[in-house]
């Protein structure tokens, strides 16, 4: 094991989004079906929050709600202390330049007829620097690629699919770094890449938090992956937060049977995998 | 030592792409897997690990081809059979393959009954559908998954049935190996689980005589395999069993790798992950030194131009590593930089 990593708290930073009550149900009558359940929440400012749950808890429904995509049922959510108003074109564009989100898939969050210049710029132009000399734009390009270790030299000119699934992830995170939002969103950025490029990814994260003081709201089903990012974890069961607190907490003494289920259910490397825990028959998996 | 069930010899693939370029995707893969036991493979994106399945299982559709090389299931050399052939005698009965997609691999508009017919048909011209029928209810009620799925529609189940249902249906003729490609990656944890003890049981009731298991999780391969080979730009990089590789990995590739595992205990969070700098070598215009020369921290200027030969060492020589540095050069590098690996 080398030298342990300092890293601040921020836990304790003024508030930058929070939900009360937040519930989402999904058609009506008999088949209403409750994805998530009146939940409460609180993220700070710079907090790396985790939100972890298995397929189907609802964990991308609450994303989507916070990325203001789909309705809430009931609730609100709170953006720096405030009740978020997007009822209307205008003001849902304002509310997106605060925060920006990663998806899942790397493959499909681009569009393929646009070359990654475009991509870049567009982000400069969005955020005020539609007028500045190109000299410039290329200078803060250069200093965005480099922040995720790529080089813009070689990238100019190509098209996001001659490149990589971890490339193109980096990309993601190069645009992020342009556009400086409040709050980063980020839906298992890593479920798609390999091991060695989501240390990289993870590490790229870390730095932009510390750099920018952007609060990162990071989903995901890796608990292992969660425990070593966050500060902060939520864990998730149908709809539900059953859990919350420190990671440190939460992973090494966990309370709520879910939440050892999970733990238990990650393969491990200094304990021995109780492969006996679950049942075949079980239905639902 | 057990008897061998799957011998593959010095394995050469290569894919012809539309302009007429070769990329040599596989290139001198060599393995041996006995009878009860499994063999993982771990190696990033892009590496040839999906590649070398398909490879091993001797059926080549254009843009894939072989070269050179052996592969030897259970005494029977296939290597250079007709793919039509391998269809009917190998394919299902000799080797089976889960896909890494294979939550797409069943058509929605058939049941599942429909899939084991057709295996079964394919091998067994003369079964009727009651015989298969009842096959199928026996191996199907034994490894939990209830008969009432055969009679299901793919879009019934839900990630990990499916999964599981796939397995079962590419197991049902009781191959003596099977290759399974990254078959729990995109599961959750939980059904990750699932399918792996059913693999596991498989394995115990003989279903299936031995396994490789492909994917990029290493703690699960030290978990579910007995031995795992780490593979970098079509040639295995480093071989030996499950803990020899986690604890004590010798090439600097498969150094790295272990670096960057991830699992909730005590420790992690105050963890270096080390990422490994820098993307694969094109395999169109394979280097001609070490591969990994250009990523290696620890490369020295004769390393761009001298290929590494196979190296065995350990005890009863039964591990192998690629690479020039000796091993006693590597491990003073690894303790000089303070043991970044557990």
């Known amino acids: ?211 920018t003081g952007m609060t990162i709201i990071f989903i995901t089903h890796d608990i292992g992956l969660a425990y070593y990012i966050s500060d902060t974890v939520y864990i998730m069961e149908h709809g539900k937060f059953v859990e919350y607190g420190k990671a440190d907490e939460v992973i090494l003494n966990p309370k709520a049977p879910y939440t050892k289920r999970l733990i238990s259910d990650v393969p491990k490397i200094h304990e021995e995998w109780d492969l006996s825990t679950v049942d075949l028959s079980d239905d639902q998996y | 030592m057990g008897k061998v069930m799957l011998e593959v010899k010095n394995l050469k693939t290569k894919y012809i792409t539309r302009f007429g370029e070769d990329v040599y995707s596989v290139d001198g893969v060599s393995l041996k897997i006995e009878e009860g036991k499994s063999l993982g493979v771990a190696g990033e994106s892009g590496c040839g690990k999906s590649t070398l399945a398909l490879s091993m299982m001797g059926y080549y559709f254009p843009p894939l081809h072989y070269i ?52 079964i048909h394919a091998h067994e011209p003369k079964a009727t559908k009651a015989e298969i029928r009842e096959r199928a209810e026996e191996r199907f009620a034994d490894l939990g998954l209830g008969k009432e799925v055969l009679d299901r529609h793919a879009v019934e189940l839900s990630g990990g049935m499916k999964q599981r249902t796939v397995i079962a249906v590419s197991t049902i003729l009781s191959p003596k190996v099977l290759i ?26 003989g279903y299936i005589r031995s396994m490789m298991f492909i994917t990029h999780e290493l703690p699960l391969l030290y978990n579910v395999t007995d031995d795992i080979a780490v593979m970098y730009a079509g040639q295995f990089v480093e071989y030996g069993t499950a803990k020899e590789m986690v604890f004590d990995p010798l090439h600097p590739y498969s150094h790295g790798l272990m670096g960057s595992i991830l699992v909730p205990e005590e420790g992690t969070r105050g963890m270096n992950l080390t990422a490994i700098p820098g993307t694969p070598p094109n395999l169109k215009r394979p280097p001609a030194g070490c591969r990994f020369a250009e990523r290696c921290k620890y490369a020295t200027p004769e390393c761009f131009y001298t290929a590494p030969a196979e190296k065995m060492f350990g005890e009863n020589s039964t591990r192998m590593y690629r690479c020039l540095m000796s091993e006693e050069a590597l491990r003073a590098k690894y303790a000089e930089e303070g043991g970044a690996s557990k």
């Open chain 2, 68 to 119: 050179s090389g052996d592969i030897i299931i259970d005494g029977q050399n296939i290597s250079g059979m007709d793919p039509d052939k391998v269809r009917t005698t190998v394919l299902g009965s000799e080797i089976a393959y889960i896909p890494q997609a294979a939550m797409n691999a069943l058509n929605p508009t058939m049941k599942i009954i429909r899939f084991l017919e057709d295996v």
């Open chain 1, 1 to 211: 094991m080398s030298e342990m990593k300092e890293r601040k708290d921020y836990t304790k930073g003024p508030l930058c989004l929070s939900g009360r009550g937040v519930t989402r149900i999904f058609g009506s009558g008999a088949k209403a079906n409750t994805a998530v359940d009146h939940v409460d929440f609180d993220f700070h400012e710079g907090e790396f929050v985790s939100i972890v749950g298995e397929s189907g808890s609802g964990k991308t429904t609450l994303s989507k709600m916070l990325l203001g995509l789909l309705n809430v049922s009931e609730g609100e959510i709170l953006f720096q202390g405030k009740p978020r108003d997007i009822s209307t074109r205008a003001k849902r564009n304002e509310y997106w330049k605060g925060i920006q989100a990663i998806f899942q898939d790397p493959f499909a969050s681009y569009n393929i007829f646009h070359k990654i210049d475009a991509v870049l710029l567009d982000c400069i132009n969005m955020r005020g620097g539609k007028n500045l000399p190109y000299e410039k734009k290329v200078e803060m390009m250069t200093e965005a690629c480099s922040f995720v270790n790529l080089k813009f030299a070689e990238l100019t000119n190509k098209y996001p699919f001659e490149l990589s699934g971890g490339q193109m992830q980096r990309l993601m995170i190069a645009r992020i770094f342009l556009l400086k939002p409040k709050i980063l969103l980020a839906d298992e950025p890593t479920s798609m890449v390999d091991a060695c490029s989501r240390a990289t990814i993870l590490d790229m994260l870390l730095n932009l938090r510390d750099e």
């Open chain 2, 180 to 205: 399974a490609d990254e078959p729990s990656s995109a599961l959750d944890v939980t059904s990750q689980k699932m399918v792996i003890k059913m693999m596991k049981e498989m394995m115990e009731k």
